[in-house]
Structures are given as structure tokens and as C-alpha cells.
């Protein structure tokens, strides 16, 4: 009897809990007296005021004041708080700080009360029972699936403490090379949308003007004069068409491209081979998959369960698709090496440093290092291109803005010449 009655218990006490967690719960603040008729303070995780209040009667204490903790709503949750939240985390587990404070102490003392209350949610969920890597999974959108397996593998073996560490600096590593690409990327972006501001302006407001002025002179016009006066009559009769069209062309390109895979692997590969971007891109991505995978063998993860995270950690799905291709090969035998010289992703250095790494034994660490070797070619890659596109960048606004000048003013000098 005793043995049918203990699955039905189980049964209850998941459907409990999994009531529990469908059931919106809040945190408040309460003030109340113990049985010595000492004022105590503390917090509570409830449903309710009501709830609160029965709790806390339970207890022996008399409430006197109840306030449901507000979260602000903050900025969004990014990831570098991510990493400095584990960084913190790390930091703390290892000085013998215990888990449930040190999610008290980072969530409290975040400046962005988004990551507080994820914080004190994740608290919330480990005090109830389950384990970190559970409390984290239960949030994909913040914790992805290399994150969690990592945080798992520590806590199977006993290491949370170093595997923190690891992935904090896994984590930073990443945010510092994506930092890189998207300021080589911001700065011609940027000046590309101001010169196309400017130009607007230009001819919507500026020619216009000058055109009255030269339609009194009653004599024909230059020819470049003439092609920038029907640019603008084109501007100022369709502006809200174009600018309406470019919008909206920018919009749709975008939706598209979060919903098709198939256009994220065409335009994945085309910005690998892009001329001067592409090489940057290329190896900044060989870099990611590098550091990610050194990363989870060093951790103890299995290769062919750590090939699973690293093409998405790439982040590009030419390398997500070449990936499980080579996943496929490792689990049927194949050695690493020979899988990634089989995808034709991987230049002949990389795949050389892996056939070291396989045969001495040290396969993390010769991952590591060749993601040492590119994240530096991507900071020197960016800097060089940087140097190339500043002078480039202002010969090309130069040509558009001083074009357009030049010919406005080409009647006022023939004008002048005739008087």
C-alpha cells in the first residue's frame, strides 16, 4: 500500500508545484512583532496580501504592515548585464558567499531593476527546490543552452564555483568581440544615413530656393545645374513616396529576415564573402566557434553534446548548418579534424591546430588559442579598415556635398563673368 501511495503523493506534489508556478506570485515587504513583541522586518514570495498574512500568523508573528515590492520597469535586460551578473556571481560563490545571498546582494544592488527582478525571480525558483541550471532554463530569452548545460555540468561535478568563472570570461570575450564588429560596422552606417539626411534637406528646401532666383534670369542653365534642379523636382514631388518606400522596404527586409532561414543562411553567406567587411566577419565568426567550443570541452561536456551549442553560438548559419554537419560525422566516428576539413568552413591553420590539440590530448587548449589568434586579427582587421574608411568615407561626402554646391552656384559665376 505504502509503495502505490508514494507515486500518487509525487503526483500531487508536482501538480502543487506546478500550481505554484502558474499562479502569479509577487514580493512583499513586511513589518510585524514576534512573539517578545520585537518589531521584525523581512520579505515574502505570495499570491497575495492575504496569503502574506496567513503565513506569517503560522509563524507566531503579528503583522502590522504589508507593501507589494514595485520593479520599476527598467531598461531591457542585455546581454553584458548576463555577463556581469555571472562575473558577480563567480566572484562571490568563490569567496563562500552563499548561492540564495548572492542572487539578494546582485539582484538588489542592480542599477536596472529588469535584471533585479529576473534575479530575485531565478532566487525565488531556487528556493523553492530546483536547481540552478533548472531556475535558469525556465529563461531561454536571458540563459541560452550553452549557458545552461555549462552551469549543469558544474553543478554534476561539483566545480560551479570555476565553471562561473569560465563562462564569465567565455561571456566577456564574446560581448568584446561583437563590441569590435559593430564599431567597424556603426561608423559608415551612420555617415551613409546623415549624408542621406543632408541631401534630403538639400533638395527638398535648399534647391527650390535657389531655383527661383535662377528662373529670373531668364538664360539657359549649366548642365549639371539642370540634372540637380530635376533631382530636386523629383525629391520634392515624391519625398513622401520615397521616404515611405525606403522604410518600408527596410521593415520588410527585416521581418523576412527573422522568419526565413533560408534568407539568413543566403545573407550569412554573403556577408562572409562581402569584400573588405567580409574577412572581419569571417573571422570573427571562426573566433565564436572556437572559444565556444574550447569552452565546453575544457567544462567536461561531451564533444558531440558541445557541437549541439556551438553553431548557434557562432552566429551565422552558414557555420549552424556546418556544424551539425560535422556533429553528424563525430558521432559516427569520425575524428573532429577530419569533419571540419570535410565542411570546407574552416582555413588550413584551424583545422591543423585541431589535429594537434586531438592527437596530444589538449583539444581545449588549442581551440583557446586559436581563438586568441583571431579575435586579435579581428581587432587589428578593424582598426586597418578603420584608417582606410575615414579618408575614403570623407572624399565620397566631399564629391556629394560639394558637387551639389558647385552646382548651384555655376550660373552665379557665369552671371558674374557676363556683368
Known sequence: MATAANPARQQRQQQQQQQRHQTKEYIFLWTGKNRTGKIIRGELRAASETVVNATLRRQGILVTKITKQKFRGGRKVKEKDIALFTRQLATMMKSGVPLLQTFDIVGRGHDNPGVGKLLLDIKADVESG??????????????????????????????????????????????????????????????????FIVTAVIMIFVIPAFKEVFTSFGADLPTLTQVVIDMSDFFVKWWLLIFGGIFAGIFAFFYAWKRSTKMQFVLDRFFIRMPIFGPIILKSVIARWTRTLSTMFAAGVPLVES?????????????????????????????????????????????????????????????????????????????????????????????????????????????????
Do not use: W
Not at 586531438?358 to 583571431?374: I, P, Q, R, T
Not at 579575435?375 to 568615407?393: C, F, K, T
Open 130 to 195: 530546483s536547481s540552478l541550471s533548472q531556475a535558469f532554463r525556465k529563461y531561454p530569452a536571458y540563459f541560452d543552452q550553452l549557458y545552461c548545460n555549462l552551469v549543469s555540468a558544474g553543478e554534476q561535478a561539483g566545480i560551479l564555483e570555476t565553471l562561473l568563472d569560465r563562462l564569465a570570461t567565455y561571456k566577456e570575450k564574446m560581448l568584446a568581440i561583437k563590441s569590435k564588429i559593430k564599431s567597424a560596422l556603426f561608423y559608415p552606417t551612420a555617415i551613409l544615413i546623415v549624408s
Open 307 to 419: 557541437l549541439e551549442s556551438v553553431g548557434g553560438a557562432a552566429g551565422n548559419y552558414v557555420y549552424r548548418d556546418g556544424t551539425r554537419h560535422i556533429q553528424d560525422e563525430v558521432s559516427t566516428g569520425t575524428s573532429l579534424t577530419a569533419a571540419m576539413q570535410n565542411s570546407n568552413l574552416f582555413p588550413n591553420m584551424v583545422t591543423q591546430m585541431v589535429a594537434i590539440g586531438e592527437e596530444a590530448g589538449s583539444l581545449d587548449s588549442m581551440l583557446g588559442k586559436v581563438a586568441d589568434f583571431y579575435e586579435g586579427e579581428v581587432d587589428d582587421a578593424v582598426e586597418a579598415m578603420s584608417s582606410l574608411l575615414e579618408p575614403l568615407i570623407m572624399v565620397i561626402l566631399g564629391v556629394l556635398i560639394g558637387g551639389l554646391v558647385v552646382a548651384m552656384y555655376l550660373p552665379i559665376f557665369k552671371l558674374g563673368a557676363v556683368v
